[in-house]
């Protein structure tokens, strides 16, 4: 793609789909139909209409893009917007200080959230790390996810390591792994002067190595689990060792 022209955007301009070198918009670009460069930078607004963008290099978006297809790219950095209408896939990383937003599936090589991420679709990726906002009306699924941010996943968390430190409230279905850790993340719990409880709210935790704290959950099923402070758990169910705290409360304990 090395002989395709670059394109610049600096004040309101339109351009249709094609091959492109790189495309800068520090304007309004309105880009027609489906569109494959080199790499893309947007500090003004960008809109794709009707098409799908694939950039093969970094795409950087420091201000308002918006995608009414599929978006592909190696890696991008999102400190402005960005949205698509279909799918995401990111090959290497997608950091996300802004807002970012896929009504499709999203998979990454690496996510970093420190802004707010939300899909209509599953999440995969090798590793993700929240420490914004979260949010998936499915599936998230990563070989290692660690949080100390928000939470709120409709479907099932599963990693082989799943990492929690809550500085909130979060809500997630349910979660899955070899090993689950959730606790409280010191220092973040004054606000105006008060204390307010962090709270893991989830229907479903199961991995060999379970340790939990501030969780409330209607059934835990791991291998050896660890039921810390102020958790509620309806039921447990352990095949190894169960060691608990004298401030929590679990309703039925089960050794299968």
Do not use: W
């Amino acid at each position: 793609m090395a002989n395709n022209n670059d394109v610049h955007i600096s004040g309101g301009g339109k351009m249709a789909g094609g091959l492109y070198g790189s495309v800068y918009i520090s304007g309004s670009g309105k880009l027609q139909g489906t569109v494959e460069c080199e790499t893309m930078h947007v500090s003004g607004a960008c809109k794709v209409e009707d098409g799908d963008l694939t950039v093969h290099g970094e795409i950087h978006c420091s201000g308002a893009t918006k995608v009414e297809g599929s978006l592909a790219a190696k890696s991008a950095r999102v400190s402005g917007s960005m949205s698509a209408e279909r799918s995401a896939a990111i090959e290497e990383a997608l950091e996300v200080s802004g807002s970012f937003k896929c009504e499709g599936e999203l998979r990454v090589g690496r996510l970093a959230v420190s802004g707010v991420c939300k899909t209509e679709g599953s999440i995969s990726g090798n590793e993700i790390s929240v420490s914004g906002v979260l949010k998936s009306s499915g599936d998230v699924q990563a070989e290692r996810f660690s949080s100390t941010g928000a939470l709120n996943v409709d479907g099932l968390l599963n990693a082989e390591t799943v990492e929690i430190q809550l500085s909130g409230d979060s809500l997630v279905h349910s979660i899955g792994g070899g090993r689950v850790q959730v606790k409280k993340k010191l220092g973040s719990f004054m606000i105006f002067g008060f204390m307010r409880r962090p709270h893991l709210a989830s229907e479903l935790i199961e991995a060999d190595e379970i340790m939990l704290e501030y969780t409330d959950c209607e059934t835990v099923r791991g291998v050896n689990v660890h039921i810390g402070p102020e958790c509620v758990i309806d039921r447990v169910e352990y095949s190894g060792n169960l060691t608990t705290d004298a401030n929590c409360t679990i309703r039925e304990k089960v050794k299968i």
